[in-house]
């Protein structure tokens, strides 16, 4: 199948040799363990548990439902509480040259929280602070949240960053529920024809003095919009040919994703929102926790999503 859009040919050709061989469940364990059991997170546990309930005779996509619990909108409003990790970053700051802190989360994996716990960090510092201090904390999910390159990572300030990692079956019941529930309506709204349309584009991320923008080169298109077009578009594309078109209704152009979700069966919904979430999600989620489980920042660290969630003062 040929797309026509950009695609990183390291990324996808591994997928689709997964998805023709061992089937799209056997791939997302696959996922998963590279994810998850290749790391020094915590996350195995959860993990076991999601393989053991969709390796049993009934478990599909109604299984994965069941685990997921209300994740279609979790929530983490307490995590701001915990200051641990805040009072080490000041403390870090203050002995060191690093200035910029990093809460980065993909979709999904607690963009939102991560976004709050940031603002509610930079408040504290400015609180507990006597003196001006040169800090940054942020959660910035439309650049170091698509990375799937060390460039794309890259800053030119000393930074440390704490990557947010989920349990990919969460990750895919939680954003089948989410984009069903059409809660993001400005990008859900987009019909796949239009999708297509973007995903002709040329749109690789633009840098700006060694940083990655939040805008494509020579552009005024943010990279996460082009991404997640690429995104319909490929369900778009797989639903009519290709190895995932046996268990995809074809999608029709004027629909949108939501509307999609909607119309068929939750098995389907989740092989649609796995090909959605491959490129903007679980490559991005690997690669950055790779990166940072090879060391390359003393300071870093990848915390479990579901830790947060049991145990927030704990961070």
């Given at each position: ?71 279609a909108?979790d ?22 040259a ?63 960053i ?15 529920l ?81 509307e999609?979700?909607?119309?068929v ?15 903007t ?35």
């Open positions: 199948l040929k797309y026509p859009f950009s695609v990183n040919p390291i990324v996808i050709k591994p997928y689709r040799y997964l998805m023709s061989f061992v089937g799209w469940r056997l791939a997302a364990v696959a996922i998963g363990s590279l994810l998850l059991f290749g790391s020094r997170v915590s996350c195995d546990i959860c993990f076991q548990e999601g393989r053991s309930a969709t390796a049993s005779k009934d478990a599909r996509a109604h299984s994965l439902l069941e685990i997921s619990g209300d994740a909108e929530s983490l409003a307490d995590m701001s509480d915990g200051l641990t990790l805040l009072q080490l970053g000041v403390k870090h700051s203050n002995n060191s690093a200035q910029e802190y990093h809460l980065v989360a993909h979709h999904k994996t607690g963009t939102w929280e991560a976004d709050s716990a940031a603002g509610s960090m930079m408040a504290e510092i400015q609180t507990l602070s006597r003196q001006s201090l040169d800090v940054l904390v942020d959660a910035p999910w439309w650049t170091l949240g698509l990375a799937i390159n060390p460039a794309m990572l890259h800053r030119t300030k000393p930074s440390c704490a990557h947010f990692n989920r349990n990919p079956f969460e990750v895919l019941v939680s954003g089948y989410y984009h069903r529930a059409g809660s993001e309506p400005g990008w859900l709204s987009w019909s796949f024809s239009s999708a297509l349309n973007k995903s002709l584009k040329i749109c690789p991320p633009d840098f700006k003095n060694g940083q990655m923008t939040v805008f494509c080169k020579e552009s005024q298109m943010a990279y996460w919009d082009k991404l997640y077009s690429d995104g319909i578009a490929q369900v778009y594309m797989e639903s009519r040919e290709g190895v995932f078109a046996d268990l995809l209704p074809d999608a029709k152009p004027e629909e949108n994703f939501t999609y979700l909607n119309r069966d939750p098995d389907a919904g989740l092989v649609a929102q796995f090909i959605w979430a491959y490129n999600t679980l490559a991005p989620m690997q690669f950055t926790n790779s990166y940072i489980q090879s060391g390359f920042q003393s300071c870093s660290l990848s915390v479990c999503y579901e830790d947060l969630m049991d145990n927030c003062n704990a961070t």
